[in-house]
């Protein structure tokens, strides 16, 4: 038996190759016997799914696709021809869903990712590989940059300077290191962009590097500016230490103050000469409810000046704490006539801040002029303060325009609740307030003031706000109802062209034509 073995004849290499060939020709014909009966029952259960799940009406397939995340869409498009029919038609087309999963990607370096969808089909035209290598630069991406670099070796260049910029922003110095070495056009920020970014967010080794290139990243006094504004004290010394030193001006102090970064101010006004100051900084310090450094600002000899956009700053930030400290002053921070401080109040929502002013003698007559505070709080949704401000004695005067607001806004809670009371917040014509709601989209809104007893009116003006806005399930259920809201069919694809929405123009020219027919 031994002998046997011995004298068998071994296969030369060619004959392996030849055997390594039958056995691939014999998987390759299991393959395609297999997969004939695979592409059958997909085929019946793409037929099932759009016998069944074509029924589904647009705004739930919205619904449903808004449990995934963006960067779930391209995933969720190749699972089957009809989920991919259904995304392109109700949601994104496949260009966007490739761009926005291309950008999430190179956001957080996901390579492996990036490297599937394009093996799945993802288009080269369909997404920007200089914006993600930005995005990718911003992480401090690199394989991501290379690989994208690879892909588009004569990618054009925008001479912006942003991907160096995001690579200062995050203190990737590497990544930094490699762009330079590509020699890209314009890799620093001509506007001094780059430079602040590193400053702003403390990265002084990055910063060094930059000033160290020939010829050096350009800088300015938005440099210190963000280096104050970010409170790197360390960072401000050796700016200023530079021959010649980093500029800067009044708005370095401001955005000291901005981020409450006493020290920093301090070291500012210790210098010689001094940082400059202006009422920009007490704002600052105000709107982010820094007491201590307003304390400190007008401690000084002399005080860092103020004015009536100190006291705005404060009723935006929202503390009755500094309000109050400002007009307990000898003399007082004055505020404006006109209400600014109320109205930035509303806008934000500051209830507490709009009740204390409220009890102040302020001199702005609550009677006249508070019609567009209100809509102001209609449009940002603050229901609590409208709420409030119709409680007053006499109560705030509210109009069209307010149920236009709040229309604008998607602010259905509060539409419901103006209009329940008595009486009920005035509609007007009612034209206005669904065309505003058309306009950003919220066909919620726009069924439910159709559906109220007597329904609010609609007139062209509602089809063209769909259609400028790019809001193509509005535009269709406006068009499908019975009657039919009106329109005027060319000047809706005239808004759409300008604004390059098309889908509305698709849907004009296929889905309406079919309709009417």
Request: charged content about 25%; hydrophobic content about 40%.
């Amino acid at each position: 038996m031994f002998k046997k073995l011995i004298s068998k004849p071994r296969l030369e290499p060619e004959d392996e190759g030849e055997v390594l060939a039958r056995r691939k020709a014999v998987l390759v014909k299991k393959y395609e016997e297999a997969k004939a009966p695979l592409v059958a029952l997909c085929e019946e259960f793409e037929a099932a799914n759009e016998k069944v799940l074509g029924k589904l009406p647009a705004e739930l397939w919205k619904v449903i696709f808004g449990h995934f995340g963006q960067n779930d869409m391209f995933a969720i498009a190749m699972t089957c021809r009809f989920f991919r029919q259904r995304l392109r038609s109700v949601y994104w087309s496949r260009e966007t869903i490739t761009d926005i999963a291309m950008n999430d990607a190179s956001r957080a370096g996901g390579l492996n990712l990036i490297k599937f969808m394009l093996d799945e089909g993802a288009e080269k035209e369909d997404f920007d590989p200089a914006f993600c290598i930005e995005l990718a630069a911003g992480g401090g991406h690199l394989d991501v940059i290379e690989f994208f670099l690879d892909l588009e070796p004569n990618l054009e260049w925008s001479a912006d300077g942003y991907t160096c910029t995001e690579a200062a922003r995050g203190g990737h110095l590497h990544v930094l290191k490699y762009l330079r070495s590509r020699k890209l056009l314009s890799p620093f920020s001509g506007i001094g962009k780059t430079c602040a970014a590193a400053a702003g967010n403390g990265h002084l080794d990055v910063l060094k590097w930059l000033r160290a290139q020939k010829p050096p990243a350009p800088w300015g006094v938005e440099t210190c500016s963000a280096a104050a504004g970010g409170g790197h004290l360390d960072v401000l010394n050796w700016l200023r230490s530079q021959k010649p030193r980093c500029p800067w001006d009044e708005e370095t102090c401001a955005m000291a103050a901005r981020g409450g970064h006493l020290e920093v101010l301090q070291w500012l006004r210790a210098q010689k000469p001094r940082c400059p100051w202006s009422t920009e900084t007490t704002a600052e310090a105000a709107g982010g409810a820094h007491l201590e450094v307003l304390r400190w600002l007008r401690a000084e000899n002399p005080p860092c000046p103020w004015n009536h956009e100190t006291t705005t700053a404060a009723a935006a930030g929202g503390s009755v704490d500094v309000l109050e400290w400002l007009r307990a002053q000898d003399p007082p921070c004055p505020w404006e006539k006109n209400g600014a401080a109320v109205l930035t109040a509303c806008i934000m929502g500051h209830l507490e801040v709009l009740k204390w002013l409220r009890a102040q003698d302020f001199p702005s007559s609550w009677a006249t002029t508070l019609y567009s505070w209100i809509e102001a709080a209609a449009k940002e949704g603050h229901l609590e303060v409208i709420q409030w401000l119709r409680s007053q004695d006499p109560p705030c005067p509210w109009g069209e325009r307010t149920c236009a607001k709040a229309a604008e806004g998607g602010h259905l809670d509060i539409l419901k609740w103006v209009r329940a009371q008595s009486p009920p917040c005035p509609l007007g014509g009612g034209e206005m307030v669904i065309a505003a709601a058309a306009r950003k989209g919220h066909l919620d809104v726009i069924k439910w003031l159709r559906s109220q007893s007597p329904q609010c009116p609609w007139d062209e003006e509602a089809c063209e706000a769909a259609a400028q806005g790019g809001h193509v399930d509005v535009l269709e259920w406006l068009r499908t109802q019975y009657p039919p809201c009106p329109w005027d069919e060319e000047y809706c694809r005239e808004l759409a062209d300008e604004e390059l929405h098309w889908r509305i123009l698709f849907w004009i020219d296929e889905e309406q034509h079919y309709l009417s027919d």
